[in-house]
């Protein structure tokens, strides 16, 4: 079984609508939960993380940690053709850990 | 954010050939680099950490004899293929690390193919 699930995708999705990405993971001992955007032809850059289970919102953004059920999400609110990338789900240990454990990415498309 | 860039971009180089990617950090000082490889469809994978002016602790599975790492200053550390063959035609991302910063900040990464 693979450390961390998340489907690649693509998501195509009209503008202004509300984007759900999700990711699991087997390691229990995961506690610190990323998402990072990544554009074409760039590096990855953080966009939200979460500690153990729990909601964080962030703009139009939130992120959901279900550690019972090894499940973290992510969603978009008023997507906009700007968050057209691909999101990475990451976890580690700790925040800071050095190993991180990536998703394969989904690349999503907000179609204006 | 904190900038991170990776050169070159794109390489194309012949089997049997080494080729070296520096990774540097154009804001802050980096006392800790990633290196990471991402195949196609797949997961970003760690390959090595490296702490400026020690030796790099690599992942298991990956050859350090293959991926040499040099991390001599705070702002650059280089990734050599050496002897690359097609199988390590892949997308290398580095990251860097501040001291007492717990984020990473990605490069660009380099396309590596092997033919």
């Known amino acids: 079984q693979k450390e961390v699930e998340q489907d690649p995708g693509p998501l195509s999705v009209p503008e202004g609508a509300i984007v759900s990405l999700n990711c699991t993971y087997s390691n229990s001992a995961f506690q610190y939960f990323m998402w990072y955007r990544q554009y074409s032809r760039k590096g990855p850059e953080l966009l939200m993380y979460t500690?153990?289970?729990?909601?964080?919102?962030?703009g139009r953004f939130t992120a959901q940690v279900d550690k019972?059920?090894?499940?973290?999400?992510?969603?978009?609110?008023?997507?906009q053709p700007s968050d057209s990338a691909t999101y990475l789900c990451a976890m580690s240990l700790t925040y800071g850990n050095n190993r991180l454990a990536f998703g394969k990415g989904n690349q999503v498309v907000v179609i204006p | 954010g904190a900038v991170v860039s990776q050169h070159?971009?794109?390489?194309?180089?012949?089997?049997?050939?080494?080729?070296?990617?520096?990774?540097?950090?154009?804001?802050?000082q980096a006392t800790t680099m990633f290196w990471y490889r991402q195949f196609p469809k797949k997961s970003l994978?760690?390959?090595?950490?490296?702490?400026?002016?020690?030796?790099?602790?690599?992942?298991?599975?990956?050859?350090k004899d293959k991926f040499l790492i040099n991390h001599a200053s705070l702002t650059l550390s280089t990734l050599t293929v050496t002897s690359a063959h097609p199988e390590d035609s892949s997308f290398y991302i580095c990251s860097g690390r501040a001291i007492n910063s717990y984020e990473q900040y990605f490069g660009p990464g380099t396309r590596l193919t092997v033919t």
């Open chain 2, 45 to 63: 994978m760690l390959m090595a950490t490296s702490n400026e002016g020690s030796k790099a602790t690599y992942e298991q599975g990956v050859e």
């Open chain 1, 51 to 58: 500690y153990s289970s729990g909601n964080k919102e962030d």
């Open chain 1, 68 to 79: 019972s059920s090894k499940y973290i999400s992510l969603f978009i609110r008023d997507s």
């Open chain 2, 8 to 28: 070159p971009s794109r390489v194309i180089c012949k089997s049997g050939t080494s080729v070296k990617i520096e990774c540097r950090s154009l804001d802050f």
